[in-house]
């Protein structure tokens, strides 16, 4: 016996019990213990039943995600499996918190399985770029159904105890897992139940045997959303080996696909999302145990484009929400909006009927920024201008209560100049959510120059709440996302003065997997707001102004960069800007030229990632994965490129650097030099991978 798993005896029932926190992870102590105590049980004479149950906040949740990529170390999953299949006495399962990925594979190879009514039992290997690799795409199957196993293998989501429990995946719902595995394994032994192995039982293969389209429409309805990803497809068509191939024959399938994935690049960039998210919430610079303050009541300034979706977001976590606006008609244009929202996705079965009245019920409306007196944390999203931003928050620091977390939603602003006009800057700092904000994950939080470390860790811990993924940056414009953004809007601004179309670097920046490119992008955003914006400091930019003179405003206007018809939100390429850029270069005197998708892919990239390094230089960002993590929850980087950092070391630093230097050259722009540290990293060979230093959590 280790540390991590025991066997006790009570009575007739051996109770084999892991305990290695924080998750129960199948680490190969966590494989060894299991399978010596399974031995040692199964080998008792007295033992009848054994109950395979764990300690701390959850079943298992996995294979040990730290040990991929390293040399495995025995014994392997598949011989733990094998001795509880084979057992000749029952086994049970007895689940609470999370079964996931190896967890759920290793109560499926057990003979009956019981859960506590809020577990949550899936298969989100997906997530990883990987699929279930210990028989989990062949026995969930004969368990539950292909259809919802295709939806809990393609997807990845968990189902709940009581889904679990009506499509057989469990047998009952327990009060505790252990003493409820007990009372269900002496039952077993009572009743002489059977002992059942998936391997064995076909049953809920057969309608899908007979008509494979159960199958293909499950698997097309589930991949739909998986554009550029490999996992879905191979979890997918290992599903589909169930259904086709005897049990043996299909695990080799899935062992074989396992193998192909978990050496893959997307499955090493989805493994470093996973640990970089988990890691960017732990904020450099805080005195260990710093408590986060209370958080019961939120007010939120300004109930326009996004301060309506910050309050849906905590409504959503059932956090009462006092919203306040200027006037009675801004208040009911606001509040009409997320209504509208709510039941557009209770229409769609998002949330369930009644929860659009529910959580509206969590949110007052009201006029008067005297009102935000009782809140805990007061979040501002009122109109992008200093002056405003400065009214709002000289207000709020004689209204808001002594100890409330002050938060501006600004998007570029200085946080230090907003804090200054406060007698209490240390309650200051920025919480910058993204549109839709009721929808983005990401939540940026600035830390501004005299920020308390446990308003900081106010902030951290109540996004993470609204079910948001925080990232701490510093202040400085644009803090991290929106600066980087902007090296890839001045570049693609040049390339089109150079010749390229807005079409072909769109297609080229959508294909590489980012959701949309930097023109169908600003025709979304509205490109009046820059021109105007450009206007004021007296600054050009020759296309977009033209475009603009033109009443080419994007979207709102039914045409931009493209043209938009019949109200679709489809860009359609239009010969009227190709004809406006060529008029636009010849009265400049420029020339264009033929630019290369290569080309324009290192210039839509690598200027951005020279940006992020200039960032890390001056301690804007702390670690490489938080940039990550910002532009995969912010900007919609493709998760199976791991973010910006991660695939500059995959692409490699020396390569980006050289290419950096010759554009500098060749388009006289001394920005895209390699910032000192890239150069720094190129020049040793180093990644930005080898920067990260651990940080403890809050
Ligand atoms: N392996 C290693 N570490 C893990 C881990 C895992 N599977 N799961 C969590 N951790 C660490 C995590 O990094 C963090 O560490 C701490 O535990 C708490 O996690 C063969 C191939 C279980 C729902 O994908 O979804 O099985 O930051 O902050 O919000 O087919 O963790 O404190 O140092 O997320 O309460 C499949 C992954 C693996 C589940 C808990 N399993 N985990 O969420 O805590 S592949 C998963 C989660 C597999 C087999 C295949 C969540 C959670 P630190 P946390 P949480
Ligand atoms: P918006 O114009 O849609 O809404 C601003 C709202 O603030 C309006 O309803 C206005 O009536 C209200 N308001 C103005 N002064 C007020 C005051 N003194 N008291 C109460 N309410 C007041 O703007 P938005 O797009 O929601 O942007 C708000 C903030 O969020 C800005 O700082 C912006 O930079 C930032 N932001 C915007 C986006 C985006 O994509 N729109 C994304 C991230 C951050």
């Known amino acids: 016996?280790?540390?991590?798993?025991?066997?006790?005896?009570?009575?007739?029932?051996?109770?084999?019990?892991?305990?290695?926190?924080?998750?129960?992870?199948?680490?190969?102590?966590?494989?060894?213990?299991?399978?010596?105590?399974?031995?040692?049980?199964?080998?008792?004479?007295?033992?009848?039943?054994?109950?395979?149950?764990?300690?701390?906040?959850?079943?298992?949740?996995?294979?040990?995600?730290?040990?991929?990529?390293?040399?495995?170390?025995?014994?392997?999953?598949?011989?733990?499996?094998?001795?509880?299949?084979?057992?000749?006495?029952?086994?049970?399962?007895?689940?609470?918190?999370?079964?996931?990925?190896?967890?759920?594979?290793?109560?499926?190879?057990?003979?009956?399985?019981?859960?506590?009514?809020?577990?949550?039992?899936?298969?989100?290997?997906?997530?990883?770029?990987?699929?279930?690799?210990?028989?989990?795409?062949?026995?969930?199957?004969?368990?539950?159904?292909?259809?919802?196993?295709?939806?809990?293998?393609?997807?990845?989501?968990?189902?709940?105890?009581?889904?679990?429990?009506?499509?057989?995946?469990?047998?009952?719902?327990?009060?505790?897992?252990?003493?409820?595995?007990?009372?269900f394994a002496r039952k077993v032994l009572d009743e002489k139940r059977p002992l059942r192995r998936l391997r064995d039982d076909d049953h809920k293969l057969q309608a899908a045997k007979a008509d494979r389209s159960i199958f293909t429409n499950a698997v097309a309805s589930m991949t739909k959303k998986s554009r550029g990803l490999e996992a879905p497809f191979a979890a997918a068509d290992a599903v589909g080996c169930a259904i086709d191939l005897p049990f043996d024959e299909g695990l080799g399938k899935e062992r074989e696909a396992f193998l192909k994935l978990v050496s893959s690049d997307q499955s090493k960039a989805q493994r470093h999302a996973f640990f970089a998210e988990r890691e960017a919430a732990k904020v450099s610079g805080i005195p260990e145990g710093t408590k986060p303050r209370n958080v019961d009541r939120v007010a939120i300034i300004g109930a326009g484009t996004m301060g309506g979706g910050i309050a849906m977001s905590f409504a959503n976590a059932g956090i009462p929400v006092t919203l306040i606006e200027t006037g009675a008609e801004q208040l009911k244009r606001g509040m009409g909006v997320m209504q509208k929202n709510y039941e557009a996705t209770a229409a769609r079965g998002g949330i369930a009927a009644d929860a659009p009245a529910k959580r509206m019920a969590l949110i007052t409306g009201v006029v008067g920024l005297e009102n935000a007196r009782d809140a805990d944390l007061v979040i501002e999203a009122v109109f992008e201008t200093m002056a405003v931003k400065k009214e709002v928050f000289t207000a709020l620091d004689k209204f808001a209560k002594p100890g409330a977390v002050l938060a501006s939603n600004t998007s570029y602003l200085n946080i230090d100049e907003i804090a200054k006009v406060t007698n209490r800057p240390q309650d200051v700092l920025g919480m910058h959510f993204f549109s839709p904000a009721n929808v983005m994950k990401l939540c940026e939080i600035v830390r501004a120059a005299k920020t308390a470390p446990d308003a900081l860790a106010t902030a951290v811990s109540i996004a993470r709440k609204i079910a948001k993924v925080p990232a701490v940056v510093g202040v400085c414009d644009g803090f991290v996302g929106n600066r980087m953004l902007a090296q890839r809007i001045q570049e693609s601004d040049k390339l089109l003065f150079e010749g390229a179309l807005p079409q072909q670097v769109d297609a080229v920046v959508t294909k590489f997997g980012m959701p949309m490119g930097p023109f169908a992008m600003g025709d979304l955003a509205g490109l009046d707001i820059g021109w105007r914006s450009r206007k004021d400091r007296g600054i050009k930019s020759?296309?977009?102004?033209?475009?603009?003179?033109?009443?080419?405003?994007?979207?709102?206007?039914?045409?931009?960069?493209?043209?938009?018809?019949?109200?679709?939100?489809?860009?359609?390429?239009?010969?009227?800007?190709?004809?406006?850029?060529?008029?636009?270069?010849?009265?400049?005197?420029?020339?264009?030229?033929?630019?290369?998708?290569?080309?324009?892919?290192?210039?839509?990239?690598?200027?951005?990632?020279?940006?992020?390094?200039?960032?890390?230089?001056?301690?804007?960002?702390?670690?490489?994965?938080?940039?990550?993590?910002?532009?995969?929850?912010?900007?919609?980087?493709?998760?199976?490129?791991?973010?910006?950092?991660?695939?500059?070391?995959?692409?490699?630093?020396?390569?980006?650097?050289?290419?950096?230097?010759?554009?500098?050259?060749?388009?006289?722009?001394?920005?895209?030099?390699?910032?000192?540290?890239?150069?720094?990293?190129?020049?040793?060979?180093?990644?930005?991978?080898?920067?990260?230093?651990?940080?403890?959590?809050?």
């Open 1 to 183: 016996m280790n540390d991590k798993v025991k066997l006790d005896r009570h009575g007739v029932i051996g109770v084999i019990t892991v305990n290695s926190p924080p998750v129960n992870a199948l680490s190969a102590a966590v494989r060894g213990g299991i399978l010596e105590c399974m031995k040692r049980a199964i080998a008792d004479p007295e033992v009848k039943a054994i109950v395979l149950t764990c300690g701390g906040r959850t079943f298992i949740a996995g294979a040990d995600i730290t040990e991929f990529g390293k040399s495995p170390k025995s014994p392997d999953l598949d011989e733990v499996l094998t001795v509880i299949e084979n057992s000749p006495k029952p086994i049970i399962a007895a689940i609470h918190g999370t079964a996931l990925g190896g967890g759920l594979e290793v109560a499926l190879a057990c003979h009956y399985r019981v859960a506590t009514k809020d577990a949550k039992l899936g298969l989100p290997e997906v997530k990883l770029g990987l699929l279930p690799g210990a028989g989990g795409t062949q026995r969930l199957p004969r368990a539950v159904g292909p259809e919802l196993a295709v939806k809990m293998i393609v997807g990845g989501d968990p189902i709940s105890a009581e889904v679990a429990l009506k499509n057989g995946l469990i047998e009952e719902i327990v009060e505790g897992p252990a003493a409820g595995g007990e009372s």
């Open 542 to 698: 020759e296309i977009e102004d033209a475009l603009c003179e033109a009443g080419r405003f994007g979207q709102k206007t039914g045409k931009g960069y493209y043209k938009y018809e019949g109200g679709s939100r489809a860009p359609i390429p239009d010969p009227e800007v190709e004809k406006l850029i060529d008029e636009t270069l010849t009265r400049l005197g420029r020339k264009g030229r033929a630019i290369s998708d290569e080309e324009i892919l290192e210039r839509m990239m690598y200027p951005m990632i020279n940006e992020g390094a200039r960032i890390l230089q001056e301690g804007i960002a702390t670690r490489p994965g938080d940039i990550d993590v910002i532009w995969l929850y912010g900007y919609g980087w493709p998760i199976y490129r791991g973010g910006p950092m991660f695939y500059a070391d995959q692409v490699g630093l020396k390569h980006i650097a050289d290419r950096l230097a010759y554009y500098a050259k060749e388009t006289g722009d001394p920005s895209l030099e390699p910032a000192p540290l890239l150069g720094r990293l190129a020049a040793e060979g180093g990644s930005f991978a080898s920067l990260t230093r651990p940080v403890k959590a809050v």
